[in-house]
């Protein structure tokens, strides 16, 4: 079946660091792709996605491009800040029936 | 507009009691998705409702069970507890039409003792 798979964290970065998260699927059919954040004590929110191969979500200045002959959906920051961490959450989700398949998520600590 | 709500926010119950969660979706969203989280991991989908009706389900036992209202909102239901069933439960809406991004609740922490 359909499965999504993330690097482990936790992640630590310094302040104004580079980011990426990887993120790889299998899929049988053409999913959109999206990226969700989990801030502590808070629910789901979604933070980009993409819906066909070659797209880029983009939001609050994070950055993800579908990459279909890769089957990736990199997640990436140019300059991260203390108020970024929190849990990503990458995941897919079939056209026909639009059940979002999770990965394990990706715990984010940005030190000042 | 309100977004997804979810009551009640915590819950201790004990092993082979029942549960009932409520979500309310978003204003205008007419699909409802629950999903469990249990700690450390990604959410698992559980079943998804619309038109009152369950149209998808995860695996998950029959103890899990749920209803849609005419007003789209939602119950989820959980019998028999068991100690693993200690989870977030998320509740997330979406509109059919279009089928548009799903929108997540803060979640009902469930612990079983």
């Known amino acids: 079946g359909d499965s999504v798979t993330q690097m482990e964290g936790p992640v630590t970065l310094s302040e104004e660091a580079f980011l990426t998260i990887n993120c790889t699927y299998t899929?049988?059919?053409?999913?959109?792709l999206f990226w969700y954040v989990q801030y502590p004590g808070e629910g789901l929110q979604l933070l980009l996605k993409?819906?066909?191969a070659d797209d880029k979500g983009s939001n609050k200045g994070f950055e993800a491009t579908y990459r279909k002959e890769t089957t990736s959906f990199h997640l990436e920051k140019g300059s991260v800040q203390v108020s970024d961490s929190a849990v990503y959450f990458c995941a897919l989700s079939d056209r026909s029936n639009y059940q979002l398949i999770w990965g394990a998520g990706t715990k984010l600590i940005i030190k000042p | 507009d309100a977004g997804v709500t979810q009551s009640p926010t915590h819950l201790i119950k004990t092993r082979g009691q029942q549960v009932t969660l409520r979500c309310s979706p978003k204003s205008g969203h007419d699909t409802v998705s629950w999903y469990q989280q249990a700690l450390g991991q990604g959410p698992q989908f559980i079943f998804q409702y619309y038109e009152e009706e369950e149209r998808q389900r995860g695996n998950f036992p029959d103890r899990f069970s749920g209803h849609q209202f005419p007003n789209y909102s939602s119950e989820l239901n959980v019998n028999a507890l068991l100690l693993g069933d200690s989870a977030l439960y998320l509740c997330?809406?979406?509109?059919?039409?279009?089928?548009?991004?799903?929108?997540f609740g803060q979640g009902t922490r469930l612990t079983v003792v």
């Open positions: 993409a819906t066909k």
């Open positions: 899929a049988t059919g053409y999913p959109s």
């Open positions: 997330a809406s979406s509109l059919e039409v279009g089928r548009t991004e799903a929108f």
